[in-house]
T-cell receptor, first 112, second 110 residues
Framework: NAGVTQTPKFQVLKTGQSMTLQCAQD?????MSWYRQDPGMGLRLIHY???????DQGEVPNGYNVSRSTTEDFPLRLLSAAPSQTSVYFC???????????FGNGTRLTVT | RKEVEQDPGPFNVPEGATVAFNCTYS??????FFWYRQDCRKEPKLLMS???SGNEDGRFTAQLNRASQYISLLIRDSKLSDSATYLC???????????FGTGTRLKVLA
């Protein structure tokens, strides 16, 4: 039982490049979300999904796209990376509306 | 005003001490409350959910004060291994959005 798996663990991009951060879960959780964590800013919600085919924006969605074609996967796409997107990204899942979140190990992204 | 606020600390306490953190939230309709622990460069891990009547898990006690809109975490008999950042998380009514505080850093000193 892997829980929440994020890939890659580390990534360096040049400004303007695109990439997809992967998040996969094997807990059959309906809720999935992406956060970024920056020093002094805490965890900020980027996008979230309450089930396959349903996504919504969080606090800081600009520059990121998501889709949820299956229950298991919730990829986060950076269309044109900017240095301001240098951060640690966490995927988190939840069983239901009152349940706590389970986090993946994180992806450390640097945009130069 | 931020939706969820925490004192960033650090709180430096000796081993064996009792320490308490608060977390205030602005949305009075908030429904679910949690405390997470985060070690340096690691993912947050659930420490405990916070229930209306308060709850305890070993040396950790969590309480909710709806009237003043804050939750608290009390750690008794602090251990060196308790050194970490403690994050609170709040979910509003009718939403799946979980909002996190910026965290309170705890250092337990030998």
């Amino acid at each position: 039982n892997a829980g929440v798996t994020q890939t890659p663990k580390f990534q360096v991009l040049k400004t303007g490049q695109s990439m997809t951060l992967q998040c996969a879960q094997d807990m059959n959780h309906e809720y999935m979300s992406w956060y970024r964590q920056d020093p002094g800013m805490g965890l900020r919600l980027i996008h979230y999904s309450v089930g396959a085919g349903i996504t919504d924006q969080g606090e800081v969605p600009n520059g990121y796209n998501v889709s949820r074609s299956t229950t298991e996967d919730f990829p986060l796409r950076l269309l044109s990376a900017a240095p301001s997107q240098t951060s640690v990204y966490f995927c988190a899942t939840g069983e239901g509306p009152t349940s706590p979140l389970h986090f993946g190990n994180g992806t450390r992204l640097t945009v130069t | 005003r931020k939706e969820v606020e925490q004192d960033p600390g650090p709180f430096n306490v000796p081993e064996g001490a009792t320490v308490a953190f608060n977390c205030t939230y602005s949305n009075s309709a908030s429904q679910s409350f949690f405390w997470y622990r985060q070690d340096c460069r690691k993912e947050p891990k659930l420490l405990m959910s916070v229930y209306s009547s308060g709850n305890e898990d070993g040396r950790f006690t969590a309480q909710l004060n709806r009237a003043s809109q804050y939750i608290s975490l009390l750690i008794r008999d602090s251990k060196l291994s308790d050194s970490a950042t403690y994050l609170c998380a709040v979910r509003g009514s009718g939403t799946y959005k979980y909002i996190f505080g910026t965290g309170t850093r705890l250092k337990v000193l030998a």
